[in-house]
């Protein structure tokens, strides 16, 4: 069966739906792993991207990942946190230039390198749970 335009838009938009539920409902905690998992799935279509010779630049993906990234750095309580807190806004930092370099250079190998960092951090935070 051949997807149509209007059940792609039905797709996205229960996808869409579905998520702001679980955000509306979520802890702190899930509401950030919900923002890793988010992450993960841009990076992954981005390599996914490059690996069919697509290019990456200004594409919805790249600017979604680039926004997660902003975003985990800007909700960091920079007061509580100490410590972790700075260490985390580095890796977030570093992470959006590694991404920044992979988009403009269209390199999935980086894109690959910076997905380990994010499943790295990402197991770390459930960790919490």
Known sequence: MTATASTVRATGLYRRLQHESRAAAADPIELVTMLYDELETAIGVLGSMVRQGQRIS???????????????????????G???AAALSRVYRSMRRKLDESVAQNDGESL???LDGVLTVSAAWRQLR
């Open 58 to 80: 200004a594409t919805e993906p790249a600017h979604r990942a680039r926004a997660i990234l902003i975003g985990l750095d800007a909700g960091l309580d920079r007061d509580a």
């Open 82 to 84: 100490g410590d972790v």
């Open 112 to 114: 690959a390198d910076l």
